[in-house]
Nanobody, 132 residues
Framework: QVQLVESGGGLVQAGDSLRLSCAAS????????VGWFRQSPGKEREFVTA????????RYADSVKGRFTVSRDNAKNTVYVQMNSLKPEDTAVYYC?????????????????????????WGQGTQVTVSS
């Protein structure tokens, strides 16, 4: 089992940057795929980015591609999302999620990293608000 705690959210202006962190408990963090999702009022939770166990595979939603970068430091049990050129439409609660998948090395196969149902554990979320 793993517990996830997000941090780094806040109120920024359009064009600014933020870095979100997802800190995980447990000793085998390298066995977990990690995804980030976001949810704004009245909308469904949507996929943002995902990173494979070693970081060799990274995937992004089209809406954030080129602006967001996901990374991980397994020695620190932490996954990061660097968010640049933020837009008002990025405003949402951002959640990190983890899936225990030691047999999945990358996203080149059929693993549905963009589906909420593919993840076993979720953090409480951190609010990101981007003003125009």
């Amino acid at each position: 089992q793993v517990q996830l705690v997000e941090s780094g959210g806040g109120l920024v202006q359009a064009g600014d940057s933020l870095r979100l962190s997802c800190a995980a408990s447990g000793r085998t963090f390298s066995n977990y795929i990690v995804g980030w999702f976001r949810q704004s009022p009245g909308k469904e939770r949507e996929f943002v980015t995902a990173i494979s166990r070693s970081g060799v595979s990274r995937r992004y939603a089209d809406s954030v591609k080129g602006r967001f970068t996901v990374s991980r430091d397994n020695a620190k049990n932490t996954v990061y999302v660097q968010m640049n050129s933020l837009k008002p439409e990025d405003t949402a609660v951002y959640y990190c999620a983890a899936a225990y998948r030691p047999q999945v090395a990358s996203f080149s196969g059929s693993y549905s990293y963009q589906e909420t149902t593919s993840y076993d554990y979720w953090g409480q979320g951190t609010q990101v608000t981007v003003s125009s």
